[in-house]
C-alpha cells in the first residue's frame, strides 16, 4: 500500500470524520489555549466542532489543523492522551458492529475494514504472522514527520481502550512497533500499552496473540452484526467523494436549513462573492441549487420519520412557508407525495 502522491484528489476530498479535531479543540478548551489561528484560511472555526453535528475534513485540511494545533498544545504525547480518552462509544456503529461479532478476529476484521467511517487517518492492513498471532499494520496516507507521532499515539490509544472495552481491562498486544524515533516521554506508552514498545522501526504495527484472537464477543449475535454491517458500509466514503467546498456549503445549509438560504447568504459566510462560490462548485461538477435540494430533501426524510411531527412542521423545519410547497418539491425530489414516504416507512418490517 504505498503513500498517495501529493496530487492525489483523495487527499483534497471531504471524507475525514473531524473526532480527532474536534478532540483537540475541546483539550485546547481545556488547557485556555486559544485554537482560533488552526482554522486560518479554512472557513471553519472552533465552533464548528462543539456540536453533534460531525463536520467532514480533507486529509490535507485535517492535517493542516492538527499541525498547528500540536505547535500550541503542550508537547508530551498529546496523542496518547486524546486515544486514551476513547471508548466504545466514540466509534459510534463501528463499535456496535464490533461487539456483536463473534470472536474478536472477526471484530479486528471489521474494525479495519470500516475504520475510515470513524475518521481514521492512516490507512490499516492486517497481516498473519507465522504463530496465528495477527498485526495491524498502519501507514500514513502522505509521508508526513511531524505528524506520524501524533497520528499512531491518537490510533494506537483509542483502539486500545476499544479492544479493553470489548475484551476486559487485561487486554494487552503482543508488542508494538513504531517507525519514529522514541520521544521523550517514550516510557508512557509501555505505561499505557502494557506490553514492549520498539521506535525505529520499519513500519508502525501492533501484534496481537492467539489467544485473544479467539475470544468470543460478550454481546455477539449474528442477524445484529448482519444489520449493523450494512449500515457501516452505508457509511463508508463513496467512490468520488465530496469535495472541501461542497462539504462545507452542505455544513452551512444544514445549520440554517430552516431559514432557506440563498446563495448569496452562504457566500457571504464564507467571505466569497456569488461568482468565486458558484465558480467552485461547478469546478466540483455540482450548483447551489442541487446541494440545497438534496440537503432539503435528506432532513426532510429523516424528519418524516417521527410521526409526531406534522408534514407542515417537517417542512418548515426544512425551509418551506407553505406546506403545499413543500409536498410539491418533496415529490419532485423524491417521486412520492411526503405522506406516502411516511406510510411506506411505517409499513417496513
Known amino acids: 500500500m504505498p503513500p498517495y502522491d ?9 471524507t475525514i470524520k ?4 474536534a478532540g ?25 466542532f462543539d456540536g453533534d453535528m460531525p463536520v467532514y475534513l480533507s486529509y490535507r485540511q485535517a492535517c493542516q489543523i492538527i499541525r498547528r494545533a500540536l505547535r500550541s498544545l503542550p508537547p508530551r504525547g498529546v496523542g496518547l492522551t486524546l486515544g486514551e480518552r476513547q471508548t466504545i462509544g ?6 456496535l458492529a464490533m461487539l456483536t461479532a463473534s470472536r474478536f478476529s472477526e471484530a479486528l476484521q471489521l474494525g ?5 467511517i470513524t475518521g481514521a487517518m492512516m490507512e490499516l492492513e492486517l497481516d498473519e504472522e507465522t504463530d496465528g498471532a495477527m498485526a495491524v499494520i498502519a501507514r500514513m496516507r502522505s509521508a508526513d514527520a511531524e505528524l506520524e507521532p501524533f497520528l499512531c499515539e491518537e490510533l494506537f490509544a483509542s483502539s486500545l481502550m476499544l479492544c479493553r472495552g470489548l475484551l476486559g481491562a487485561d487486554f494487552r498486544p503482543r508488542v508494538i512497533d513504531l517507525a519514529y524515533p522514541a520521544p521523550a516521554y517514550a516510557a508512557d506508552y509501555e505505561d499505557l500499552f502494557r506490553c514492549e514498545v520498539r521506535f525505529d522501526a520499519s513500519c508502525n504495527r501492533v501484534v496481537i496473540d492467539p489467544r485473544w484472537l479467539q475470544a468470543a464477543m460478550p454481546a455477539g449475535n449474528a442477524a445484529s452484526a448482519q444489520q449493523i454491517i450494512a449500515l457501516c458500509q452505508e457509511q463508508m466514503p463513496a467512490g468520488q467523494p465530496r469535495s472541501e467546498i461542497v462539504a462545507v456549503v452542505e455544513r452551512l445549509l444544514r445549520q440554517h436549513l430552516a431559514d432557506n438560504p440563498r446563495l448569496v447568504d452562504i457566500a457571504a459566510e464564507l467571505h ?17 441549487s442541487e446541494l440545497h435540494d438534496r440537503v432539503r430533501s435528506e432532513s426532510a426524510r429523516a424528519l418524516l ?45
Not at 466514540?90 to 463499535?95: A, D, K, S, T
Open 90 to 95: 466514540h466509534f459510534g456503529l463501528l463499535g
Open 18 to 21: 473531524s473526532g480527532i479535531v
Open 272 to 288: 466569497l462573492t456569488e461568482r468565486t462560490l458558484r465558480r467552485q462548485l461547478q469546478a466540483a461538477q455540482t450548483t447551489f
Open 6 to 14: 501529493r496530487d492525489d484528489p483523495r487527499l483534497n476530498t471531504a
Open 112 to 116: 479495519v475494514r470500516y475504520a475510515p
Open 305 to 349: 420519520a417521527d410521526s409526531r411531527m406534522s408534514i407542515a412542521h417537517v417542512g418548515a423545519a426544512v425551509g418551506f412557508k407553505d406546506a403545499r410547497e413543500f409536498r410539491r418539491a418533496f415529490k419532485r425530489w423524491t417521486g412520492v407525495a411526503p405522506r406516502e414516504m411516511r406510510g411506506a416507512e411505517k409499513a417496513e418490517p
Open 24 to 48: 483537540l479543540v475541546a483539550m485546547a478548551h481545556e488547557l485556555g489555549v486559544p485554537c482560533e489561528s488552526w482554522f486560518a484560511g479554512l472557513r471553519l472555526g472552533p465552533a464548528a
